[in-house]
């Protein structure tokens, strides 16, 4: 199994909304990564998970909260968000987030903030 | 000067030809280098993955590193249709990061 998965596919919220991202791996991988993309941009790191533990955080908007509740998930809390928050979310993970590792993503959830 | 650059296309390629595609990176300590392909509204697809100086192929793709000129190419040979599509450069860093390049468009012309 090689697949990351990441519910919902699709949200739409308003900005008083509180929603949560969620990303699933069985591969046993022990990093995984939250990424933003904007349209015809590349993706934009915004916090990583190493052994369950937050590794990298990219300066990110205290509205948007990572949780990696265990080694397989990893959720994004969204809280009071803007319409430019809007855009594709992307999860991915790695064996161990060093050297030769490489991730592989999960297929997205595309964001819009009305 | 940005960490990871790359043409941003769009490379517009006959079918049956080679396309090549080019990245360079700043930072010397970086380890490891990854292709993605990125198809209109999916997710970033791996392609290859390249560790040491030289060339690697798997298929119809060859990658090419040169850490003393901090460069890193792709090649695709026969271009179908299917291959239009954005290819992202990605350089893991020497702080672990994954950086990536803004994307070449490929547009593969029947």
């Known amino acids: 199994d090689t697949e990351v998965t990441q519910t919902p596919k699709h949200l739409v919220m308003g900005m008083t909304n509180k929603k949560s991202l969620k990303c699933e791996q069985h591969?046993?991988?022990?990093?995984m990564y939250w990424y933003k993309q904007k349209a015809k941009k590349p993706p934009e790191l915004m916090f990583v998970?190493?052994?369950?533990?937050?590794?990298i955080n990219e300066s990110v908007p205290s509205r948007f909260s990572p949780e990696c509740p265990n080694s397989s998930l990893l959720n994004l809390h969204l809280h009071a968000l803007q319409p430019e928050d809007s855009a594709l979310y992307l999860c991915?993970?790695?064996?161990?987030?060093?050297?030769?590792?490489?991730?592989?993503f999960g297929p997205g959830t595309r964001l819009t903030v009305l | 000067q940005k960490e990871v650059e790359q043409n941003s296309g769009p490379l517009s390629v006959p079918e049956g030809a080679i396309a090549s595609l080019n990245c360079t990176y700043s930072?010397?300590?970086?380890?490891?280098f990854f292709w993605y392909r990125q198809y209109s509204g999916k997710s970033p697809e791996l392609i290859m993955s390249?560790?040491?100086?030289g060339d690697k192929e798997d298929g119809r793709f060859t990658a090419q590193l040169n850490k003393a000129s901090q460069y890193v190419s792709l090649l695709i040979r026969d271009s179908q249709p299917s291959d239009s599509a954005t290819y992202l450069c990605?350089?893991?860093?020497?702080?672990?990061?994954?950086?990536f390049g803004a994307g070449t468009q490929v547009v593969v012309t029947p």
């Open positions: 991915a993970s790695s064996p161990h987030g060093t050297g030769e590792d490489t991730q592989y």
């Open positions: 591969m046993g991988h022990r990093a």
């Open positions: 998970y190493s052994y369950e533990k937050l590794s």
């Open positions: 930072d010397r300590v970086s380890q490891s």
């Open positions: 390249i560790y040491s100086n």
């Open positions: 990605a350089v893991r860093g020497g702080w672990g990061k994954f950086q």
